[in-house]
T-cell receptor
Framework: QKEVEQDPGPLSVPEGAIVSLNCTYS??????FMWYRQYSRKGPELLMY????GNKEDGRFTAQVDKSSKYISLFIRDSQPSDSATYLC????????????FGTGTRLQVTL | GAVVSQHPSRVICKSGTSVKIECRSL??????MFWYRQFPKQSLMLMAT?????????EQGVEKDKFLINHASLTLSTLTVTSAHPEDSSFYIC???????????FGPGTRLTVL
């Protein structure tokens, strides 16, 4: 069993839709939960991170962590074609600059 | 700011040869850099943690004699794949941690194909 599971997609949605991306994990020791966005031929860039359980909002993006269920989500409101990318969840024990354990990434396509 | 570059972006080599990949932090100093590998349809997997001026720390299952890491300066780490074989074909990505900050920035990756 992988430590972090993520549906690879692809996920195709129309412009303006609400997108829900999810990951599950098995290691309860993870404390930091991150979402990265990766455009083709580029390195991952950090979108948001959450420490422990709870919600965090940043503009159109909302990250949720439910440690009791070992389940994290990223919601994108009013999705735009520029949001088309691969979204990777990542987790660590000690911080965003430490060893990261990634999901496989979900490829998102937002269509006009 | 906070740009990390990798060179080359793509390399094709023959089986048995060695390949060197460079990772540079362009506008900040990075005492610590990380090397990841990603096989098709699989997640990024940490290979090793590179610390300036000291030996790299390798993850379990990664052969340190095959994947040589040198972090000779605060802005450059290199990964050398020695005696490459087709199964080493993968996407290699580095990241660099900004000193005194809890942030790491990723390079664009290097696609290695071993024939």
């Amino acid at each position: 069993q992988k430590e972090v599971e993520q549906d690879p997609g692809p996920l195709s949605v129309p412009e303006g839709a609400i997108v829900s991306l999810n990951c599950t994990y098995s290691n309860s020791a993870f404390q930091y939960f991150m979402w990265y966005r990766q455009y083709s031929r580029k390195g991952p860039e950090l979108l948001m991170y959450t420490y422990s359980s709870g919600n965090k909002e940043d503009g159109r993006f909302t990250a949720q962590v439910d440690k009791s269920s070992k389940y994290i989500s990223l919601f994108i409101r009013d999705s735009q074609p520029s949001d088309s990318a691969t979204y990777l969840c990542a987790m660590s024990y000690t911080g965003t600059a430490s060893k990261l354990t990634f999901g496989t990434g979900t490829r998102l396509q937002v269509t006009l | 700011g906070a740009v990390v570059s990798q060179h080359p972006s793509r390399v094709i080599c023959k089986s048995g040869t060695s390949v060197k990949i460079e990772c540079r932090s362009l506008d900040f100093q990075a005492t610590t850099m990380f090397w990841y590998r990603q096989f098709p349809k699989q997640s990024l997997m940490l290979m090793a943690t590179s610390n300036e001026g000291s030996k790299a720390t390798y993850e379990q299952g990664v052969e340190k004699d095959k994947f040589l890491i040198n972090h000779a300066s605060l802005t450059l780490s290199t990964l050398t794949v020695t005696s490459a074989h087709p199964e080493d074909s993968s996407f290699y990505i580095c990241s660099a941690k900004i000193d005194r900050a809890d942030t790491q920035y990723f390079g664009p990756g290097t696609r290695l194909t071993v024939l």
